[in-house]
């Protein structure tokens, strides 16, 4: 039985406790959350009693072999690094970090002490996810050629205001969002990315410090490429779509993606499959817990969460400067 530690219990801890519940070969036995309501809340909701505003606190008690930190992004590269520095086993929520150094300090941390390092890109295990690089993987679509990833919704306040939105706190829209568009591209495609170029706007939040709107083109050492064209603050609120095209030399992947129906179209016809979006949390813990009682290579390792986000800090200085950015020559997608 994994014993875990949870650190962050605000809003996509929810979905992270839920699927702890659902496992029993792992149980979360304690929590921490700068915040004490929300510590002692989450940890009602798991049938626990111990709860502490401190996560250093947490690291030292008895029975925490790993940690599951679902902390806002600019506090991941202080708490995953000193939670492998204190050999627990890491399972850190995306991005792994909002800084290069950061998620250098982390990789480290983990590799020194031994640990499983896992970088929760949930994307990577909902179902038209799983079923889009099955399909790859099988051959029916032959090479990869070019990912389209387009989404837009409006959940995030159209008065957007606290953390949730200040760069300095999330690494900004780019980063925050941009890196589940990232790391499905670079997954899915199977190469290794060598340039980005970027482009945004702010169309319906002027006052904030951030763009709402932008578009990454990205160019892999295949020759293959891929756009990300991503909105979180539509008008209205309540929309939301999405829509992803896998293009191979012998087929072709269409999914709607996390809210509409999937299909898979090809030479030998038209099928769908469907999606939850608990499902891929679930799915990904369970592989957090799998890959550390089976000593096996984690499914999204923290390099791959570090290219990932260097992708998205690349399409961040191309946006400032209008160029095309390179891509650092030791990534391996
Ligand atoms: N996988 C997904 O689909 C998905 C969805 C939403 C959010 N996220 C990611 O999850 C992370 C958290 O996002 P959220 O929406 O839950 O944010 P949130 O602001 O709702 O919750 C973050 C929590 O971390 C706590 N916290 C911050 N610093 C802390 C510290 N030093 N020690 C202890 N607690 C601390 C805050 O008090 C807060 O309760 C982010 O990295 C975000 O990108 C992932």
Redesign the pocket.
């Given at each position: 039985m994994l014993g875990v530690g949870l650190?962050?219990?605000?809003?996509?801890?929810k979905n992270h406790i839920s699927a702890w519940l659902k496992l029993e070969n792992a149980t979360v036995v304690a929590v921490?959350?700068?915040?004490p309501k929300?510590a002692k809340e989450a940890a009602a909701a798991l049938g626990i009693t111990r709860w502490t505003t401190d996560?250093l606190q947490l690291l030292g008690w008895d029975g925490v072999d790993a940690v599951d930190i679902?902390?806002?992004?600019a506090?991941?590269g202080r708490?995953a690094s000193d939670a492998a520095g204190a050999g627990k086993h890491v399972l850190v929520?995306?991005?792994i970090a909002t800084t290069l150094e950061d998620s250098d300090r982390i990789i480290l941390a983990a590799h020194n002490a031994g640990v499983r390092l896992m970088v929760?890109h949930?994307y990577h295990f909902y179902d038209h996810s799983v079923s889009a690089k099955e399909v790859i993987d099988s051959g029916d679509i032959g090479d990869p050629v070019y990912v389209r990833f387009s989404a837009g919704g409006g959940f995030w306040r159209q008065d957007w205001g606290g953390?949730?939105i200040s760069p300095s706190d999330?690494g900004g829209n780019v980063v925050?969002n941009g890196v589940h568009a990232t790391d499905l591209c670079n997954w899915w495609i199977g190469a290794r990315p060598i340039s980005v170029y970027a482009q945004a706007q702010n169309i319906t939040s002027s006052h904030l410090e951030m763009d709402d709107y932008f578009m990454i083109t990205i160019k892999y050492d295949s020759g293959a490429i891929a756009v990300v064209d991503l909105s979180r603050a539509n008008v209205p609120r309540s929309a939301q779509w999405a829509s992803i095209t896998i293009l191979g030399t012998d087929g072709e992947i269409t999914t709607g993606g996390q809210r509409d129906t999937q299909f898979v179209h090809n030479d030998e016809g038209l099928r769908t499959f469907g999606l939850d979006i608990q499902h891929g949390f679930d799915r990904e813990i369970a592989a957090f817990v799998s890959c550390v009682l089976d000593r096996t290579t984690p499914p999204v390792t923290g390099e791959q969460g570090r290219i990932a986000l260097e992708m998205c800090l690349a399409a961040e200085e191309s946006i400032r400067t209008g160029e095309v950015v390179a891509m650092g020559a030791d990534n391996v997608s």
């Open positions: 650190i962050g219990a605000g809003g996509v801890a921490a959350d700068a915040d929300r996560y679902c902390t806002t992004e506090t991941h708490i929520e995306k991005p929760a949930t953390n949730r999330t925050t």
